[in-house]
């Protein structure tokens, strides 16, 4: 089957726009994580949804980043007023759950997110 | 201390060895360690699970646990210049988040 999608795959912002970049996970998949990965790297934690609910986000920078997924598949993570230390790439992963444990994650191609 | 730490790389080794990557996490609680590798440019790609202490043998990589000294590692055996990558460890926290190292570089020589 499909794998985790994200668009846009690259996104140049003003400084002050906001942006919304999206997450399709994997069919059937519960969990939802979002991470930011600046050059050179590891994938930083952002927030994680199981289902509907947002069950950490302790991740987000600050209030700028808001993520959602309403109905429990598609997400989207929005920030307001970019900054440039905003610009890094912006990974999806989902995940199975069974019996409540989460195993591997799958990652998307990510958003390559420059702020101007 | 950062909860998953990874030997600063970067890492060569010739075509044909043995390349050792390792990293120690801090949560003792975790139960669940992964180790991605990612190519330039590209997002990570899983290698290997692994949620019991010892070995685990898929192909030419051996994932190693041990709980005790929260300390979980990758052998590429017979290394490949295909195998030039970074190579990320990442840990599920007692608290079911999954938190990353910083990756290893390695660069597989012909």
């Known amino acids: 089957g499909a794998g985790v999608s994200q668009s846009p795959r690259y996104k140049v912002a003003k400084r002050g726009q906001d942006v919304a970049l999206r997450c399709d996970p994997i069919?059937?998949?519960?969990?939802l994580f979002w991470y930011q990965q600046a050059l050179g790297q590891g994938p930083e934690f952002l927030t994680y949804?199981?289902?509907?609910?947002?069950?950490?986000k302790s991740g987000l920078p600050s209030d700028r980043f808001f993520a959602e997924r309403p109905e429990g598949s598609v997400s989207t993570l929005k920030i307001q007023r970019t900054q440039q230390e905003d610009s890094a790439v912006y990974l999806c992963?989902?995940?199975?759950?069974?019996?409540?444990?989460?195993?591997?994650?799958?990652f998307g191609p990510g958003t390559r997110l420059t702020v101007t | 201390q950062k909860e998953v730490e990874q030997n600063s790389g970067p890492l060569s080794v010739p075509e044909g060895a043995i390349a050792s990557l390792n990293c120690t996490y801090s949560d003792r609680g975790s139960q669940s360690f992964f180790w991605y590798r990612q190519y330039s440019g590209k997002s990570p790609e899983l290698i290997m699970s692994i949620y019991s202490n010892g070995d685990k043998e898929d192909g030419r990589f051996t994932a190693q646990l041990n709980k005790a000294s929260q300390y979980v590692s990758l052998l590429i055996r017979d290394s490949q210049p295909s195998d030039s990558a970074t190579y990320l460890c990442a840990v599920k926290t007692s608290y079911d988040k999954v938190i990353f190292g910083p990756g290893t570089s390695l660069s597989v020589i012909p």
């Open positions: 949804f199981q289902n509907e609910a947002q069950l950490d």
């Open positions: 069919s059937g998949h519960v969990s």
């Open positions: 992963a989902s995940s199975l759950v069974v019996r409540g444990r989460s195993y591997e994650q799958y």
